[in-house]
């Protein structure tokens, strides 16, 4: 059943009990309708080998696995992308895989496969299109262990624009900048602040977030006479002359420039992000409607999110980049890279320390009085990126709150399980809050910190004895 592509960076999921309650995976397990049957054997080191029988024939795969929580990522061999299947065990015996389509299989161990679990019957040499380095980095199906985090709520440095959640001991630089006309010779990209922050563990950048800035480039293509007057690298009212790349395009020059050190990269997956540019699409419809009332062709926007995995310093690592470029070539002659974020941690500490990148994505919560500030002194379409801006940061939130109004409660769950989320109830304000499901217990202080751990006896009252501060723990809305 390998025929659905991983999606990134939204569906990684992450398994709500402790690792090492999971039952193992290893071993045989069967899929059984009218129209198909299917047989799967995962092996203790890391392999597996499935066979599809339908009434056109039998397909027999195999190659590499990694469970991660509830995340079984499947690297066939050959030149079939990496696939990705959400599985629950219902117990010791019974799995339920589910598709991003929707569509749930349950799958049953068969019996008297203990042989199987202690050998594979894939020599090495098989395993040769796998990426090189996949399999001695993390590719197995060992437990994640994930650290407490004390997330605790900061400014944004420079202009106090947002607030967001940084994990104890963590550093992070940049922030919000403007960008002077005079040095950029026109005013193509000082219209509206710009965000260059970069969240770090260490000086290294070992497990790091970035949001990227998000750049005006000229594109004079559809330009009577600018496209033969300005050539690539020179600059048009401000705007780097630079021909409309595709997202894998600009996302491949992004690493390339931030990660040049960078060996034995590969690409694992590729997600477009539809939902992401559908909500793009909609905070600019009346842009597009205005385009369109005088003659001119709507906005175009098209997303991508890329796992990647390379060796830097020795050390393997996965990294996630995403963007949206948005082309008015048409309307401006330009184009634009939106909602650019990269983030990366070490192979195998990714499953680990993504919950805590999530978090810190998640966090951000804009300043009504900078918002204020920054729309009296900035233009209709500079205002309208800033509103897309924050629609997106609400995006999470808008298609929970359509799907608890279209659907019933149980599709709602459904999509808390999927995605990792769980419903929190604000011990101090009462509200109801959507965060990542990933650790046992949830910490609120009266100052807007959060701490996530595993560990049944940490209270932070006992650890973090500061005048004024309170921690309360923040329970599951009732069911």
Not at 188 to 198: F, I, Q, R, T, Y
Not at 250 to 258: D, P
Not at 285 to 293: A, K, W
Not at 337 to 366: C, G, Y
Request: proline share 6%; aromatic share 12%.
């Amino acid at each position: 059943m390998l025929r659905l592509l991983l999606s990134l960076m939204f569906l990684f999921l992450l398994f709500p009990y402790s690792a090492d309650c999971l039952p193992s995976i290893v071993g045989s397990w069967q899929f059984k309708n009218d129209q198909m049957e299917i047989l799967t054997e995962f092996f203790q080191d890391g392999t597996f080998r499935q066979v599809n029988v339908t009434p056109k024939g039998k397909e027999t795969y195999t190659g590499r696995f990694q469970l991660s929580g509830q995340t079984l990522l499947i690297l066939p061999q050959g030149a079939a992308q990496p696939q990705q299947i959400m599985c629950r065990f219902a117990d010791a015996d019974t799995i339920f895989a589910t598709y991003p389509s929707g569509e749930t299989l349950q799958w049953k161990r068969l019996k008297g496969d203990k042989k199987q679990e202690k050998e594979s019957s894939f020599p090495e040499a098989q395993t040769g299109s796998i990426p090189k380095g996949a399999a001695d980095s993390g590719l197995s199906s060992s437990a994640v262990t994930r650290p407490t985090l004390m997330m605790q709520r900061t400014w944004e440095p420079n202009e106090k624009a947002f607030t967001f959640l940084v994990p104890k001991e963590w550093n992070f630089k940049g922030g919000m900048f403007n960008v002077n006309p005079l040095t950029q010779n026109g005013p193509g990209n000082s219209m509206a602040p710009k965000c260059d922050l970069v969240v770090h563990k260490d000086d290294r950048g070992t497990v790091m977030i970035r949001f990227a800035p998000a750049w005006n480039y000229a594109d004079l293509t559809y330009s009577p006479t600018g496209f033969s007057l300005f050539r690539p690298g020179q600059y048009y009212q401000g705007m780097l002359v630079k021909v409309l790349p595709t997202p894998k395009q600009f996302l491949t020059e992004m690493f390339q420039s931030s990660r040049p050190q960078a060996t034995q990269v590969t690409v694992i997956a590729e997600d477009p992000m539809r939902e992401v540019v559908e909500a793009v699409y909609r905070a600019n419809q009346q842009v597009n409607q205005q385009l369109q009332q005088t003659g001119l062709k709507p906005n175009r926007y098209e997303g991508l999110a890329m796992l990647m995995e390379y060796t830097e310093g020795g050390q393997r690592f996965r990294e996630v980049l995403r963007t949206v470029i948005t082309d008015a070539r048409a309307g401006a002659f330009m184009w634009t890279n939106e909602h650019t974020v990269q983030f990366r941690a070490p192979m195998n500490e990714f499953e680990a320390w993504k919950p805590a990148l999530d978090v810190i994505h998640n966090s951000i919560e804009l300043n009504p009085k900078w918002i204020e500030a920054v729309t009296r002194a900035m233009d209709q379409r500079a205002k309208m990126a800033l509103d897309t801006q924050r629609y997106i940061n609400k995006v999470a939130s808008e298609i929970v709150e359509n799907r608890r109004r279209t659907h019933a409660e149980i599709r709602y769950e459904n999509y808390l399980f999927i995605t990792g989320q769980d419903e929190y109830i604000n011990p101090f304000t009462k509200k109801v809050e959507l965060d990542t499901s990933a650790y046992h217990h949830r910490w609120m202080n009266n100052h807007g910190d959060i701490l996530y751990t595993d560990e049944n006896v940490y209270n932070p009252n006992e650890h973090e004895k500061r005048p004024n501060y309170e921690w309360k723990r923040t329970a599951a809305r009732p069911r």
